[in-house]
């Protein structure tokens, strides 16, 4: 089955079957281009019936998915309304007690649906979860209802329910579920999982909605109509969606055509790159760097011109928004992009660095730079060396940089441990970017070594070439600092990084030149920990200039003399509040409507999108204010105004006021409103400010504004805003900068750019990061301000480094995990040395109770967080409660009844808290009274606050609740009356202290992390040299026993130690003396065995050849004496015998001497065709044998000693020369694959018996009358040697194949 | 020296300073020549009609870097619909860029503008294509003074 799946997987990577995807991909683009065109063809054609078809199916599947959620939510509340135990309450308890109706919805809660219990006459008795909008109690009906209410934000869908017992209504249950949100408001505050939401985002059209039970004639042809109809077939509202038009179709589907046919070209050229890569395993090196880098950044390139992953995968991580630079032409527009193109980078610089300078075996390699006798290019090449190091430590420099300025991520949220997706893969970038910086300057440096080692004299110290190649690059460094206006990177900071790029060239030379192979694999966690090293400090740095970057934009926008935005802002919002909507509104009497006016017409204008701090106040005829909506502004309330005016004309102006201390400009308007008839009607005034001052004033309500994150404030350090003026403090926003602090001397004289001055001011012992900037002329003459940050402390680094730390020890240790398991279904298993065992084993048992601790710590530092703020809020509600009975009077009803929302702002801001109070259970006043107004809080009292201050009486209550996907705690104090009754209530949510909170989490999260990191610090490294203590004799034996293997007895064994290891340590030494004398007893035996043998063997050799010389002798010698006739005829003869003799002789002694002397081999680039054809040559006289050569054209060169393998084809082709008897053939056959070259020599001669075949690479075998039988041996010892394989097949009568593999290089 | 060593670092060569080059591109400055903003309102005004007329191609022709090569280091960008804040230059590009990419400019125009004092703006409005339905737009920019530059440091479309 395996073998199957390995059969079937080679068939799809081989050349045929790419050929043949290729080709079926074309023609499948070309049919979906065919397709896109034809269909655009018929849609036009047909465009009616198909708009018509688009239509009814928008339609009906709206229709459908809201029957889904009506059924589903009457279910959840008909389950309540059937409930046995509530019917038995309703009807024992309705009159007594409501405590009990309280806690049977606390313990029966219905998901995300809010529910209110009301009795047999319809007053509301129990409830949980926001009761707004308010329910007319007449759509309780004695049968099941179900409607839409449509409240300030949120429309809701209403489903009522009578509870019956024994046939008569005991009460009812009504459940509320979120339907729609009213206006485009989008923060983390507004719960926009809304039923509309659901369908717009999957039909993705753009809907909106209607409350009624008829839909509006306003509407154009434009929009279809959706009727929703409730379970009574009663219609309750209407959708209305963009009708599909004929060009919004044809892109979509354009769109989507392009999606596909880009998969498919991506594929094409996938598969065309991949045919190509397989093709370069058999060509040279350089050509084989040059086509990758070429084909891997063409494939990245395609990427980006066919707009791949990011058309496809429409997520965060491919938003431009969170990072964009124009870096690499649009390779790096976004997280996504940048991941992409650094995995290819990295991918590109191994291929580079690999396959040239860290490549294992390449000591020949690295010859290609000597250039021994070229000593100005040498020089050139160094200097050339030495500055692309310097550039390539700019470039990362400046990649970093972008990185953060172009980023609106935040690299220093400390407020999250675990880093956000999208940044999460920003920092896999810089990591895999720093690791191709790495690699690519230690393949340089690497170089630059073997140049100046190439022209010094050949017994130098290593060293001094290394010392050579570290100055250059220090020259350069400092010529770098001096030339370059903007070197990015500080002077040491280049050293730095210098040192730690010789120091790892160094360790991989080292490496290299002892070991012979780079253990790349193994040095790996080595380089990634320098990058890391290399990465962090400059990552934290950088976002240090980018956070003083925004300080000083901020001082910008704090100093701007005139803002021609918030100018035509207030101008076009004038336009909008007066139109038709506020005209109509106006004129009719609907009281709610006119009250909620101000909010819902600020909530449609331009204001809300762009989220000012701003007040919108709307006037009836007579000029009385009938609706308010102010956001992060109050005080101006109180201002008077001129009613007259306001009715007349429409004025815009901007004027400066003093808001708790601070000069701060406001830009105000006010327009008539006038109906058709041309009659004033009303009029609307409305001031805005900017919201950057806002931010720092701590009065900005985020819940109501779009994008809350658009925020310049460093969220681990609170910013202050302080005024000077005549050399002297005159307003700050801190309470620890005491007033009238003299300005710090000599910031004028610093300022002489104009732009502002930076200054660590320390103020009480305290280091703030101060900028200094001159106020405008027209705002605040000769005025300074300063923006100042507390400077973060050791702690504060510790923890930026161990969060990066930790979340990079992560995500290796996910991949380790991956690649293991991979490792593991492939049948790889690795296993681990002792030491690293024993390293893991320290870690491990120390990380584990550090993580429990952590773990608990963090708990108990959360618990106490929150019991700190509940005592805290305890507090701040009897303070608050005192003050508002003492300050008025509130001791009886009538008094709270009066309360306004003015009184409990001027309350609120003299003790510095915002607070609400509830007149029994419904809201009477509130510091922050927009919230209400925009009913994202409920006016009525929480469930649980109800029941435990009310019902239970309790004298303190605190809880958390959620607005939207936000949590936060509230606090709630009964108000007491003089006769001892609850008047009302007092809350106070955390809700508007957020900042404080996140600060404080902050700080907690420094404090604990920071001796986390030292921990964890210390750790490791008392692990490491534990671990290494501990292992150390174990590896020692190792290595020593190693070397026995080898044969190599002198072992080094340190054996003072007193313990069981330094028992085995001795009893090892002692075992090693025996062996050597063992083992030279051995070898004097083996010796003399061998020279007895040798002159057996000589003897017998040289025999044979002498006896028919000394036959031959005689014989000349007895016709000599005889007087022959011929005797000349014989004595040629004879002689001629002789020589011959002397010859095998003389074949004898070379034979014998080339297997006992084993010259020292000269290894280098041999390529194995010339070889072989320098080798054919020899025997190409012989006139009765056809040579057929046949090499292919891929690239055969391997590392041997050139002499020895010529030799070894010499020994095979003679062999089959020698085997040819008359007329034959010798074929000869190369063929090169990935990583090895396959030689066939292949003879048509008489072939070997299967006996010869077993023994035939013994030494002194031999078929030949004149051999030594020693010629396939060396051969087979040759091929061996290299690594190498030779196989003989062969057939008698029929010929002998000899088939050779060899290692490419 | 073998021709294929001379190959090898020449490549290395070249791919080092295309990358440098690269990195410099996204630091390419697009600066104005400064010194003719220097003292004569008439210059200013004409430099900031330059801008305006740039930029109003720019959206015209759906051709971003017309647009982009006036903005400032740090530029707000609200775009309706879609982002709202400070971004960087090389972000701010790429934002309008995508924005204008999927919306099909029919026409644009400014309709006012304010050539002098300290923050220049432009306003004006238009019609685009999004998903086959025509709308309304309107853009406002201003401009500052940054370095003894006129950038763009607001761009919004509403």
């Known amino acids: 089955m395996l073998l199957d799946r390995i059969s079937f997987f080679k068939f799809l990577v081989s050349h045929k079957s790419v050929f043949i995807f290729v080709i079926i991909l074309v023609i499948l683009l070309f049919a979906s281009l065919g397709y896109e065109y034809f269909h655009g063809i018929y849609v036009d054609k047909n465009w009616k019936t198909k708009s018509y078809q688009l239509e009814q199916e928008l339609t009906l599947s709206i229709q459908t998915k809201f029957e889904t959620y009506e059924s589903e939510t009457f279910r959840s509340v008909e389950k309540i309304g059937q409930s046995r135990f509530l019917k038995e309450i309703f009807t024992k308890h309705q009159d007594t007690s409501r405590a009990i109706f309280f806690e049977f919805l606390l313990s029966n809660t219905a998901g995300d649906i809010t529910l209110e219990l009301s009795d047999r006459d319809k007053r509301t008795i129990s409830w949980m979860g926001n009761r707004r909008p308010i329910l007319d109690t007449v759509n309780l009906l004695p049968e099941r209802n179900s409607f839409i209410l449509e409240g300030a934000i949120y429309s809701y869908l209403i489903i009522s329910i009578p509870i019956i017992d024994n046939h008569s209504i005991v009460g009812y249950v009504v459940g509320k579920r979120l339907f729609d949100v009213n206006y485009p408001l989008n923060n983390r505050f507004i719960n926009s999982n809304t039923f509309t939401s659901t369908f717009t985002s999957l039909l993705d059209v753009g809907a909106e909605f209607e409350v009624g039970q008829s839909h509006s004639s306003l509407r154009d042809t434009n929009w279809i109509s959706v009727l929703l109809k409730n379970f009574n077939n009663k219609l309750i509202g209407v959708i209305y969606l963009q009708k599909p038009t004929l060009l919004g179709y044809g892109e979509e589907s354009h769109q989507t055509m392009q999606s596909i046919n880009n998969i498919f070209i991506l594929i094409i050229i996938s598969l065309l790159i991949y045919s190509l890569f397989r093709r370069l395993t058999t060509i040279n090196v350089v050509y084989k760097i040059i086509i990758a880098t070429i084909c891997i950044w063409i494939f990245r390139y395609v990427l980006v011109w066919l707009n791949l992953p990011s058309s496809v995968i429409q997520i965060g991580v491919f938003d431009a928004s969170k990072f964009a630079s124009p870096f690499g032409y649009g390779i790096a527009k976004s997280p996504g992009d940048l991941f992409l193109s650094t995995v290819f980078l990295l991918v590109n610089i191994f291929v580079i660095t690999f396959n040239s300078f860290l490549r294992p075996n390449t000591s020949q390699n690295i010859r290609y730079f000597s250039i021994y006798n070229q000593k100005i290019l040498s020089f050139l090449i160094i200097a050339l060396s030495a500055v692309l190091i310097l550039l390539f430590i700019r470039g990362f420099a400046a990649t970093i940089r972008s990185t953060v300025f172009d980023s609106t991520l935040s690299y220093n949220n400390p407020t999250t441990v675990i880093p956000s997706f999208e940044l999460s893969i920003m920092l896999i970038s810089l990591l895999l970017i720093a690791l191709s910086l790495l690699l690519a300057v230690t393949g340089i440096m690497i170089m630059m070594n073997t140049l100046v080692k190439s022209q010094l004299k050949e017994n130098q110290s290593p060293l001094t070439s290394w010392i050579i190649v570290s100055v250059i690059i220090m020259i350069g460094s400092i010529l770098v600092g001096i030339l370059q206006p903007n070197p990015l990177l500080n002077q040491t900071a280049r050293l730095f990084f210098i040192l730690i790029f010789i120091g790892i060239s160094v360790l991989v030379w080292w490496f290299r030149e002892n070991k012979r192979n780079i253990p790349i694999i193994k040095l790996s966690p080595l380089f990634v920990i320098i990058s890391i090293i290399l990465l962090l400090p400059l990552l934290d740095v950088t976002t240090q200039n980018s956070d003083r970057t925004h300080i000083e934009l901020l001082a910008t926008e704090i100093v701007r003399p005139e803002d021609s935005w918030l100018t035509f802002l207030v101008n076009k919002a004038l336009d909008e509040l007066s139109g038709s909507e506020s005209q109509m509104i106006l004129s009719s009497e609907n009281a709610y409507d006119i009250s909620k006016l101000a909010f819902m017409q600020w909530a449609n204008s331009i204001l809300s999108k762009q989220g000012n701090n701003c007040s919108v106040i709307y006037f009836n005829k007579k000029g009385e204010n009938v609706s308010t909506f102010n956001i992060g502004t109050t005080s101006e309330l109180k201002r008077e105004r001129n009613v007259d005016s306001l009715l007349r004309i429409k004025n815009v102006y901007t004027e400066d006021r003093i808001q708790n201390g601070m000069t701060v400009k406001w830009y105000v308007g006010y327009s008539p409103i006038i109906d058709e008839q041309g009659i004033v009607i009303g009029s609307v005034h409305m001031e805005l400010t900017s919201g950057k001052q806002a931010i720092l004033r701590s009065d900005a309500s985020e819940f109501l504004r779009n994008h809350a994150g658009d925020t310049f404030e460093p969220t681990y350090k609170s910013l202050i805003l302080s005024e000077y003026a005549q050399g002297k403090l005159i307003n700050t926003t801190s309470e ?232 936060y705690i509230v606090g709630y104090r009964p108000l007491i009356s003089e006769n001892g009754s609850i008047i009302g209530v007092v809350s106070i949510p955390t809700l508007y202290r957020q900042s404080e909170i996140d600060e404080e989490i902050t700080k907690r999260n420094v404090y604990l992390y920071g001796a986390y990191a030292i921990s964890l610090g210390l750790s490791l490294i008392i692990g490491t040299l534990m671990a290494n203590r501990i292992s150390s004799p174990i590896r020692r034996l190792r290595n020593a026993a190693q070397n026995i293997s080898s044969g190599q007895l002198e072992i080094d064994l340190d054996s003072k130690r007193q313990d069981e290891v330094g028992e085995l340590e001795r009893a090892f030494i002692q075992m090693t003396h025996d062996l050597k004398a063992a083992q030279d ?225 | 020296m073998r021709l294929i060593e001379i190959k090898l670092i020449v490549y290395i060569a070249c791919a080092v300073l295309l990358w440098e080059g690269a990195i410099l591109s996204q630091e390419k400055d697009f600066s104005i020549s400064t010194n003719q903003f220097d003292k004569k309102t008439e210059k200013i005004q004409k430099q900031v009609s330059i801008v305006f007329n740039d930029v109003e191609s720019g959206i015209v022709s759906n051709n971003v870097d017309f647009v982009a090569k006036h903005f400032s280091r740090q530029i707000y960008v609200s775009l309706r619909g879609a982002e709202s804040g400070y971004f960087s230059m090389n972000q701010a590009t790429y934002l309008v860029e995508n924005y204008f990419t999927v919306r099909k400019i029919i026409n644009f125009k400014f309709t006012t503008t304010k050539l002098s004092g300290e923050v220049p703006y432009a306003t004006g409005g238009g019609y685009f294509t999004l998903k086959g339905k025509q709308e309304l737009f309107q853009v406002y920019i201003s401009l500052s003074k940054n370095d003894s530059r006129l950038v763009i440091t607001q761009f919004n479309v509403y």
């Not at chain 1, 054919?1176 to 050139?1202: G, M, P, Y």
């Not at chain 1, 008489?1246 to 030594?1268: A, L």
């Open chain 1, 736 to 967: 620890e900068i005491p007033i009238e602090r003299p300005l710090p001397l000599g910031i004028e004289e610093r300022n002489l750019g104009g732009n502002g001055v930076w200054l660590i001011d320390v103020i009480d012992g305290k280091k703030y990061e101060t900028y200094f900037f001159k106020g405008q002329q027209k705002q605040s003459t000769g005025s300074w301000f300063a923006i100042s940050m507390e400077s973060p402390g050791t702690r504060w680094y510790l923890y930026f480094y161990l969060r990066y730390l930790v979340f990079y020890l992560i995500l290796f240790l996910l991949i380790a995990v991956i690649i293991t398991l991979i490792q593991f279904i492939r049948g790889k298993h690795y296993y681990s040395s002792f030491r690293t065992k024993l390293l893991w084993a320290f870690i491990f048992a120390s990380l584990a109770p550090l993580l429990i601790l952590a773990y608990n710590n963090r708990q108990y530092a959360m618990d106490r967080a929150v019991e700190s703020t509940i005592k805290r809020l305890s507090d701040q509600t009897f303070i608050i409660t005192s003050e508002i009975q003492k300050r008025y009077g509130i001791n009886v009803p009538v008094t709270l009844s009066q309360f306004t929302d003015n009184q409990c702002s001027e309350v609120a801001g003299d003790l510095n808290t915002d607070f609400n109070v509830y007149y029994f259970s419904t809201i009477q006043a509130s510091s922050k009274p927009e919230m209400f107004e925009a009913e994202l809080l409920d006016p009525s009292l929480s469930t649980e606050a109800y029941l435990n201050i009310v019902l239970k009486r309790k004298t303190f209550f605190a809880e958390t609740q959620m607005i939207g996907n936000f949590s």
């Open chain 1, 1081 to 1305: 007893q051995m070898i004097k035996t083996q010796r003399e065995t061998a020279w007895k043998e040798m002159a057996k063997q000589v003897a017998h050799e040289i025999k044979n050849p002498l006896t028919p010389m000394k036959l031959s002798v005689q014989h000349l010698r007895q016709a000599y004496k005889d007087g022959i006739k011929n005797f000349e005829e014989l004595l040629q003869r004879v002689t001629r015998t002789i020589l011959e003799q002397i010859e095998v002789l003389s074949r004898i002694a070379s034979e014998f001497s080339h297997y006992a002397r084993m010259p020292e081999r000269k290894l280098e680039e041999v390529d194995i065709q010339l070889v072989l054809q320098e080798a054919i040559i020899l025997f190409q006289q012989h006139e009765n044998i056809l040579f057929d050569i046949k090499f292919d054209n891929a690239s055969s060169v391997v590392i041997a000693d050139k002499e020895e393998i010529r030799r070894a084809f010499i020994n095979i082709i003679r062999n089959a020369v020698q085997a040819i008897e008359g007329k034959g053939k010798v074929s000869i056959t190369t063929k090169s694959d990935i990583d090895i070259t396959e030689i066939s020599i292949n003879d048509t001669g008489i072939g070997i018996s299967e006996e010869t075949m077993n023994r035939i690479f013994e030494p002194n075998f031999s078929t030949k009358t004149d051999g030594m039988g020693l010629g396939l041996a060396l051969v087979k010892k040759t091929i061996d040697e290299l690594g190498g394989t030779i196989i003989i097949d062969s057939k008698v009568a029929k010929g002998t194949t000899v088939m050779i593999r060899l290692p490419l290089r």
